[in-house]
């Protein structure tokens, strides 16, 4: 089955600063790759996706790059804010194949120090 | 209310209590899920629902009883956990089984006494 690893567990950052999360996974044929954040004591809310045949995708502040060939997928946010502050999930899944088993990564902690 | 709504918030049981989780969405979605949020592991996919028919169990202690009874309500039933099923459990929707665009509620943590 799918493994994500998802590094670094935690993360503090300067206010304006870039921050970096970044995912591997073991299944080539995964094809699907979202980013949830959860801020404490909230649902998980999904902020950015990604398909395989894309290499990069922005959302404002939020952007996603995916190398299919390194099997790994990194979230970037710029200029942080503090209400960036959240565990930030990453996820990978072979979509449409019938398939229900979405594979999350642990979690990264991401502090944004005013 | 929109969205995805779970009761109870906050949930404490001793092991040998009997206890059910309820989860509605607002959002017409086809597929529920029940996720299982421990520290520091990932999350746990551990039943879904498509048009109220289980299509995963993912060898889910039987302690742990869902039912589905239309698309738009999902319970879990709690009998004799173990401290260890101590967790926040989060139940999500989406359009149709398949994963994508999951919409979580804000979850019920649940202490096993």
């Known amino acids: 089955g799918e493994n994500v690893e998802q590094h670094p567990s935690t993360l503090s950052v300067q206010e304006g600063d870039s921050a970096v999360i970044k995912c591997t996974y073991s299944d080539s044929a995964s094809n699907y790759f979202p980013w949830y954040k959860q801020e404490l004591g909230k649902r998980p809310q999904l902020i950015i996706d990604i398909r395989s045949n894309v290499g990069e995708k922005k959302d404002q502040r939020i952007a996603v790059t995916l190398n299919k060939t390194a099997k790994h997928f990194s979230l970037h946010i710029t200029e942080t804010q503090p209400e960036d502050s959240a565990v930030y999930f990453c996820?990978?899944?072979?979509?449409?194949?019938?398939?229900?088993?979405?594979?999350f990564g642990k979690g990264t902690k991401l502090s944004v120090i005013p | 209310e929109t969205g995805v709504t779970q009761t109870p918030r906050h949930l404490v049981m001793g092991m040998t209590n009997k206890k059910s989780l309820k989860c509605e969405q607002h959002l017409g979605h086809n597929a529920m899920y029940w996720y299982k949020q421990s520290a520091k592991k990932p999350l746990e996919l551990m039943f879904v629902?498509?048009?109220?028919?289980?299509?995963e169990n993912n060898s889910v202690p039987s302690r742990f009883s869902p039912e589905c009874p239309n698309s738009s309500h999902l319970f879990l039933h709690l009998h004799t956990l173990q401290p260890e099923d101590s967790a926040l459990y989060l139940c999500?929707?989406?359009?149709?089984?398949?994963?994508?665009?999951?919409?979580f509620g804000s979850g019920t943590q649940l202490s096993v006494l």
């Open positions: 996820a990978a899944t072979l979509s449409g194949a019938g398939s229900y088993q979405l594979t």
């Open positions: 999500a929707s989406s359009q149709d089984a398949g994963n994508e665009k999951l919409f």
């Open positions: 629902y498509s048009l109220e028919e289980r299509v």
